[in-house]
């Protein structure tokens, strides 16, 4: 039940197209849904995150995409650049201590 | 722009011994983190830390791993016996508030290598 569920495992996208990554969840307690973006070698670096409280929200390139009914979230990438080749990993928190559940990665390449 | 820093940023250890891996959170953050991630896989929680003491742990977070806030700026992770499959990158975080919200931040990472 804490597990969340991302995919796909890697994505190939030209430069210019929209890269999409979706997760879902099972623990409704879930409450605040972060994206990571991870260069090889670096830690996570946080992109951009949503609460349940909205259905999208829009940061330059990168939107989320909520959708509770169906407990499910996924991440657009507009205008896709090979800088954005990395890996994201979407998350997911609740509780006091707001400990991160992290999705299994996406790997993503950006064709030039 | 204020960032968690680790050290070392390569361990590499015998199994069996113990190796202290070490994080500065940022300054005006309460709540800190250790998370790590084996190769080629998800990263994944192994405790929090909040005024003093332990407030959330892993089940992979057993009896053989430890963690300390010794003064004002550090905070540790122990590995008191190693084993080979401890293997992975140990990622510190923490949280604050930003643009907002509480958000996590995580440092570079220190890779741990036990031969």
């Known amino acids: 039940q804490q597990q969340v569920k991302q995919s796909p495992q890697s994505l190939i996208v030209q430069k210019g197209g929209i890269s999409i990554i979706n997760c879902a969840y099972e623990n409704t307690a879930f409450d605040y849904f972060p994206w990571y973006q991870q260069f090889p070698g670096k830690g996570p670096a946080l992109l951009i995150a949503?609460?349940?409280?909205?259905s999208e929200k829009k940061e330059g390139r990168f939107t989320i995409s909520f959708n509770k009914s169906a407990k499910q979230f996924s991440l657009h990438i507009m205008d896709s650049q090979p800088g954005d080749s990395a890996t994201y990993f979407c998350a997911a928190s609740s509780g006091s201590a707001r400990q991160l559940t992290f999705g299994s990665g996406t790997q993503l390449t950006v064709l030039p | 722009e204020p960032e968690v820093t680790q050290t070392p940023s390569h361990q590499v250890t015998q199994m069996g011994q113990e190796v202290i891996l070490r994080c500065v959170p940022i300054?005006?953050?309460?709540?800190f983190y250790w998370y790590r991630q084996i190769l080629g896989q998800k990263v994944e929680f192994l405790v929090s830390f909040y005024n003093n003491e332990i407030s959330e742990k892993s089940e992979i977070f057993d009896d053989q791993f430890s963690v300390e806030r010794p003064d004002g700026s550090n905070f540790t992770l122990k590995i008191r016996s190693t084993k080979l499959e401890d293997s992975a990158m140990y990622f510190c975080?923490?949280?604050?508030?930003?643009?907002?919200?509480?958000?996590?931040?995580f440092g570079p990472g220190t890779r741990l290598t036990v031969t």
């Open positions: 949503i609460r349940p409280d909205v």
């Open positions: 975080a923490s949280r604050g508030w930003a643009g907002g919200s509480y958000e996590q931040y």
């Open positions: 300054s005006n953050h309460l709540y």
